[in-house]
């Protein structure tokens, strides 16, 4: 169940719902009626104003009104008593609550979402029936708040339809959460286990403190844009690149420039320290790119790890046992094991035009010296036209025609084709690479089936590892270490494999399929600002697929 946001008439309306429950006395005494009149009990004065809200509060918005039916019922179950007020006023569980929802901010989420002005000017009106406002608008933010902690703000099937989040599908029982939470005696606590437990997660939430205090304390300094600034030479900038580095530490605040305002030695290594940090090429050169990230102002970059916290909330809170990461935005894939970094290493993903989708599943098997079946597109947009201009080209790459896409389907000779009249018609034909070194899946493939037909395998272009950014592929992940890689997923079988009998396998070129006695859970993510799994350093890369622009209209449009 998901719940949205309750709008502020919407609230006003549910406010007078347990008004008459926790008036006191002497308030009922001025409203009562003559002695001749019946006197309305307290649950019918409710049932009236329960019904009331019903009628007038009708929100078009579904998760509105599953939140307005969520709270209204269980105050209704429980005879309208207050959860957060006494007749002295908010209690200590009330303050500890309101702390809370006003500290939102520290995992990147924004305390006005959480009614926080509506709270502090009810807080300290004694009066009853502002009291009772007061309770149930502490109930409503805390539905709200724990609903943003557990599965986002942004439901990511809103932002885009290739984005599986298994938190999207959990059910949130909010009269046991309200239950839970006012009998429980840390309500920190509690709502803490209830948040991302991932090391990512808060190594974001200490960024995001860190950048807050450069924000705070005015920034950075900023560097002018000029020349292609290269070790070895001086320049006029060379002063305040210097200052610049220093305010976040790359160099020590003892450091003194050269008289000549050198780019020296120490300044490059500083610079090529800090480049990493952007997913720039560590050359120490100051082009416009390494001047564009010197001149980010901690304000973007605060946008930028607070949308990827909220990518970390859609995904299973706990990372128990194995689990492969794959980002695509970092081009990294890391396997964890509780939490624990067993194995780290480069990736390349899907170009631009043929993106790589998101979605979780599980590792299944495994293929070594694994045929590749040329899907349709690339037939039509590569192959075809390279055999015109090449009439060796299947030949050359080992690959071989079929008169259909059956098992059984017929090998078809090459020279038996006009391939100049054949156009569209080359769609009947399957195209099937055999095993080898010019094979396109490398040597070894790493499935997880699935409606997109992504999967993980190796490549002959293992040079392409060395640039910073790797998005080359047609969708599918091509993996730097897949002998590795294997030795890793095999370990886990009853019959463990070592690396010399992989090795020995993928030699003699016979194709051979190894199942996981135990499949893996495997989540392809895309975080565009990621924590080094070796220094914890936040590295912020590209957002190659343009989707933080999209997250970040729908998650800041409250604040602008």
């Given at each position: 169940?998901?719940?949205?946001?309750?709008?502020?008439?919407?609230?006003?309306?549910?406010?007078?719902?347990?008004?008459?429950?926790?008036?006191?006395?002497?308030?009922?005494?001025?409203?009562?009626?003559?002695?001749?009149?019946?006197?309305?009990?307290?649950?019918?004065?409710?049932?009236?104003?329960?019904?009331?809200?019903?009628?007038?509060?009708?929100?078009?918005?579904?998760?509105?009104?599953?939140?307005?039916?969520?709270?209204?019922?269980?105050?209704?179950?429980?005879?309208?008593?207050?959860?957060?007020?006494?007749?002295?006023?908010?209690?200590?569980?009330?303050?500890?609550?309101?702390?809370?929802?006003?500290?939102?901010?520290?995992?990147?989420l924004n305390p006005e979402d959480y009614f926080i002005k509506d709270i502090s000017q009810l807080w300290n009106i004694p009066f009853p029936e502002y009291q009772a406002k007061l309770d149930l608008l502490l109930s409503t933010a805390l539905v709200h708040y724990m609903v943003d902690t557990v599965a986002g703000t942004n439901p990511p099937n809103l932002l885009q339809n290739d984005v599986y989040s298994p938190q999207q599908s959990l059910t949130i029982d909010v009269a046991l959460l309200l239950k839970q939470i006012t009998t429980t005696e840390n309500i920190t606590d509690f709502l803490n286990r209830h948040k991302p437990q991932h090391h990512q997660y808060h190594a974001l939430k200490n960024g995001l403190a860190r950048y807050r205090t450069f924000a705070k304390n005015g920034g950075f300094p900023t560097?002018?844009?000029?020349?292609?600034?290269?070790?070895?030479?001086?320049?006029?900038?060379?002063?305040?690149?210097?200052?610049?580095?220093?305010?976040?530490?790359?160099?020590?605040?003892?450091?003194?420039?050269?008289?000549?305002?050198?780019?020296?030695?120490?300044?490059?290594?500083?610079?090529?320290?800090?480049?990493?940090?952007?997913?720039?090429?560590?050359?120490?050169?100051?082009?416009?790119?390494?001047?564009?990230?010197?001149?980010?102002?901690?304000?973007?970059?605060?946008?930028?790890?607070?949308?990827?916290?909220?990518?970390?909330?859609?995904?299973?809170?706990?990372?128990?046992?194995?689990?492969?990461?794959?980002?695509?935005?970092?081009?990294?894939?890391?396997?964890?094991?509780?939490?624990?970094?067993?194995?780290?290493?480069?990736?390349?993903?899907?170009?631009?035009?043929?993106?790589?989708?998101?979605?979780?599943?599980?590792?299944?098997?495994?293929?070594?010296?694994?045929?590749?079946?040329?899907?349709?597109?690339?037939?039509?947009?590569?192959?075809?036209?390279?055999?015109?201009?090449?009439?060796?080209?299947?030949?050359?790459?080992?690959?071989?025609?079929?008169?259909?896409?059956?098992?059984?389907?017929?090998?078809?000779?090459?020279?038996?084709?006009?391939?100049?009249?054949?156009?569209?018609?080359?769609?009947?034909?399957?195209?099937?690479?055999?095993?080898?070194?010019?094979?396109?899946?490398?040597?070894?493939?790493?499935?997880?089936?699935?409606?997109?037909?992504?999967?993980?395998?190796?490549?002959?272009?293992?040079?392409?590892?060395?640039?910073?950014?790797?998005?080359?592929?047609?969708?599918?992940?091509?993996?730097?270490?897949?002998?590795?890689?294997?030795?890793?997923?095999?370990?886990?079988?009853?019959?463990?494999?070592?690396?010399?009998?992989?090795?020995?396998?993928?030699?003699?070129?016979?194709?051979?399929?190894?199942?996981?006695?135990?499949?893996?859970?495997?989540?392809?993510?895309?975080?565009?600002?990621?924590?080094?799994?070796?220094?914890?350093?936040?590295?912020?890369?590209?957002?190659?697929?343009?989707?933080?622009?999209?997250?970040?209209?729908?998650?800041?449009?409250?604040?602008?």
């Open positions: 169940m998901h719940f949205p946001k309750l709008n502020h008439l919407g609230l006003l309306l549910c406010y007078s719902l347990i008004q008459y429950a926790v008036l006191t006395d002497s308030v009922r005494a001025q409203q009562l009626p003559s002695s001749s009149q019946a006197l309305p009990t307290t649950q019918e004065r409710s049932q009236s104003h329960l019904q009331q809200t019903y009628t007038s509060n009708n929100p078009t918005d579904p998760r509105s009104r599953l939140i307005n039916q969520a709270i209204t019922q269980y105050y209704q179950r429980n005879n309208f008593l207050p959860l957060w007020t006494s007749t002295s006023g908010p209690t200590q569980k009330a303050k500890e609550l309101f702390l809370i929802l006003t500290e939102a901010w520290s995992d990147g560097v002018p844009s000029g020349p292609v600034l290269k070790p070895g030479m001086s320049d006029q900038r060379i002063p305040l690149l210097i200052q610049r580095l220093k305010s976040e530490g790359y160099l020590r605040e003892s450091y003194i420039p050269d008289a000549t305002n050198l780019y020296s030695p120490r300044i490059v290594e500083a610079v090529r320290a800090f480049q990493r940090k952007f997913n720039l090429t560590q050359d120490g050169i100051i082009g416009s790119d390494t001047i564009i990230a010197l001149n980010t102002p901690p304000s973007a970059l605060i946008q930028r790890i607070r949308i990827n916290m909220e990518r970390w909330r859609w995904l299973p809170h706990r990372m128990v046992g194995k689990q492969i990461l794959v980002n695509i935005a970092g081009y990294q894939l890391t396997i964890l094991n509780n939490e624990k970094v067993d194995l780290h290493m480069p990736v390349i993903v899907g170009e631009i035009d043929h993106k790589t989708p998101l979605f979780s599943d599980r590792m299944r098997y495994l293929v070594l010296n694994p045929y590749w079946n040329v899907p349709v597109s690339i037939a039509v947009r590569e192959i075809l036209p390279q055999q015109i201009h090449n009439p060796n080209y299947l030949q050359e790459k080992n690959m071989r025609i079929f008169a259909g896409w059956e098992q059984d389907a017929k090998e078809v000779n090459p020279q038996a084709i006009d391939w100049k009249k054949l156009g569209q018609g080359i769609r009947r034909y399957r195209f099937r690479q055999d095993p080898g070194p010019e094979n396109s899946l490398g040597q070894l493939k790493f499935m997880f089936p699935n409606k997109h037909n992504i999967y993980l395998h190796d490549t002959p272009t293992h040079n392409l590892f060395q640039n910073a950014t790797r998005a080359y592929s047609h969708g599918c992940i091509r993996v730097s270490r897949p002998v590795e890689l294997a030795q890793y997923l095999l370990a886990g079988n009853k019959r463990s494999w070592s690396r010399q009998q992989i090795e020995d396998v993928l030699k003699r070129g016979q194709t051979q399929v190894v199942l996981l006695d135990n499949p893996i859970p495997i989540h392809l993510l895309y975080m565009t600002v990621y924590a080094d799994p070796e220094t914890d350093e936040l590295i912020f890369y590209r957002d190659i697929y343009a989707k933080d622009l999209q997250l970040t209209k729908r998650f800041f449009k409250n604040e602008q």
